[in-house]
């Protein structure tokens, strides 16, 4: 046999692809060619699966005089990683008859060391999906990637450590059967450290942490501002343990992306992610871009919370391009190799300072330079504070307060009132057609069908609107938020009380906003 084709995937963007390894042999000098828009990395496979093939027994292709073309298709496609290595060495063994197996309905993933052992790769679960997707019965991963893998169903799924292993599986004589990784034996992570910030340690900023439990409740976003040592950090350190767990599909599509971009870690996500990029962080790396469009912190920070402390330091471009996945949930990038839309449907907790110094509208002298503070000031447009549901100003605690011995609710306790919110708004979307689960993703349509007021309360809600000036967008994340105060309260229907909350965390304009 002088040709053979085994199969393989690989992601672009969060985007599996089936891909073909095909190896012809042919007399002749010396000669291996890789073909179908290798990159560096696949190139230098030729190196590694040498080695694997020899340290495994068998004779290295470098040792034989004869030519080899492997190709990886389909060849439009730019092929990356180094996960293609086993699938390589295996379908070089069967064209040179040295093992016969039935490559059919399998998909091989992994990256060989020189001594044949297998490397974890990326993207196992997005790649399993595709393969089980595509009719595919069963895939050959690295032992370490076999947890993240197993949570596919509908494929057998076998974790392998060396080549050898999976050669003598695969041998149609006498064959060593390889275990199937079942789903219960996966690991999972549940996102929270041991290092937790309970609601019952803050002392005061009642008004924040009530603020906190909404935003939980109907992941509605939320900024914090005040002077600096206020608490801002420390409420929002505390805020991700107030979210519920992830739902099984949710769980799927976090662990996923988190795979591909690598900051898995061998675990399975089933907590919502919290992620801080500091704000000097460049635009793409928050955003998503790149030649070939890959995802940023925000893709990162999907299904979780993105947190932004210093909010107006980060550079224009990035406060701006939040604009787009706060309202539709998702980024759409365009690059000139690729464009691609990447999930993006987060809560975003932002906390600032009223100034760059911190001291504006406190007790304290402000020695920030007029032009300084107009400019801090106008970081945050008009659309951008719209997008922003609660806005709650923290503001300094007297001694006395700091120094009380008596606590507050307990996280604990928060928790089992956001739990029974969400429950209630599982409910009610049960059977909505975009399949949404919490207030915060309601569009206007839905507003409309889902929050019906009373003529009076109605009345109130117009008139404080016309006062405070709100846009249509403002005016319908008010009665969202208004629609969660009333699911924590379980009350079926939004009264005068929960309006009037939801506005007072409204603010009348940008500059009032900060001072």
Avoid at 52 to 80: D, H, R
Avoid at 390 to 398: M, T
């Amino acid at each position: 046999m002088q040709f053979s084709k085994i199969y393989s995937a690989q992601t672009i963007g969060l985007t599996a692809h089936i891909i073909d390894v095909e190896v012809d042999l042919s007399r002749g000098l010396h000669a291996f060619s890789l073909v179908g828009l290798p990159s560096t990395s696949v190139d230098e496979s030729r190196d590694r699966v040498s080695a694997a093939i020899k340290n495994s027994g068998f004779t290295s292709p470098k040792q034989k005089n004869q030519k080899i073309v492997i190709a990886l298709a389909p060849a439009e496609l730019k092929k990356e990683g180094s996960h293609y290595d086993l699938a390589i060495a295996l379908a070089y063994l069967a064209a040179s008859d040295e093992i016969t197996f039935n490559p059919e309905e399998k998909i091989f993933l992994g990256e060989l060391s020189l001594d044949g052992k297998l490397r974890p790769i990326r993207g196992a679960l997005l790649l399993a999906q595709a393969a089980q997707k595509a009719g595919f019965t069963e895939i050959f991963v690295p032992s370490e990637n076999a947890n993240e893998a197993a949570l596919v169903t509908g494929i057998i799924v076998r974790g392998v450590q060396t080549l050898t292993e999976v050669i003598e599986h695969l041998d149609n004589e006498n064959p060593k059967t390889i275990a199937v990784h079942v789903r219960n034996e996966t690991k999972k992570d549940s996102g929270k450290n041991n290092h937790v910030v309970d609601l019952a340690h803050i002392k005061g900023q009642d008004f924040a942490k009530r603020a906190l439990e909404i935003s939980a409740a109907g992941k509605h976003n939320l900024a914090m501002w005040g002077p600096p040592g206020t608490g801002k950090t420390m409420l929002a350190e505390a805020f991700p343990h107030l979210l519920p767990e992830l739902t099984e599909q949710e769980v799927l599509e976090v662990t996923g992306i988190h795979s591909v971009l690598g900051t898995l870690k061998n675990e399975i996500v089933t907590h919502p992610p919290l992620r801080a990029p500091h704000h000097t962080a460049s635009y793409p790396s928050v955003i998503g871009g790149g030649s070939i469009p890959k995802p940023g912190e925000i893709t990162l920070a999907h299904r979780g919370v993105l947190f932004l402390d210093e909010f107006p330091e980060f550079d224009r471009r990035v406060i701006e391009s939040l604009r787009e996945p706060l309202e539709e949930g998702r980024i759409r990038i365009a690059r000139s190799k690729g464009h691609d839309a990447f999930p993006a449907r987060f809560i975003l907790l932002a906390a600032m300072n009223p100034c760059p110094c911190g001291k504006y509208g406190s007790e304290e002298r402000c020695t920030c330079m007029p032009g300084t503070l107009a400019s801090y000031q106008r970081k945050l447009s008009g659309p951008i504070v719209d997008r922003i549901d609660l806005w709650v100003k923290v503001a300094k605690i007297n001694h006395d307060k700091l120094s009380d011995i008596k606590k507050g609710e307990g996280t604990e306790i928060v928790c089992e009132r956001i739990a029974k919110a969400r429950a209630l708004q599982t409910a009610r979307f049960a059977n909505h057609p975009h399949a949404i689960t919490t207030n915060n993703e309601m569009r206007a349509e839905d507003v409309e069908q889902f929050i019906t007021l009373s003529l009076s309360v109605r009345a109130v809600f117009n008139a404080s609107a016309l006062r405070l000036k709100l846009s249509p967008r403002a005016y319908h994340k008010t009665l969202k938020v208004a629609r969660t105060i009333a699911d924590l309260a379980a009350s079926p229907d939004v009264l005068e009380e929960h309006v009037l909350e939801a506005l007072a965390y409204r603010p009348t304009d940008l500059h009032n906003a900060f001072c």
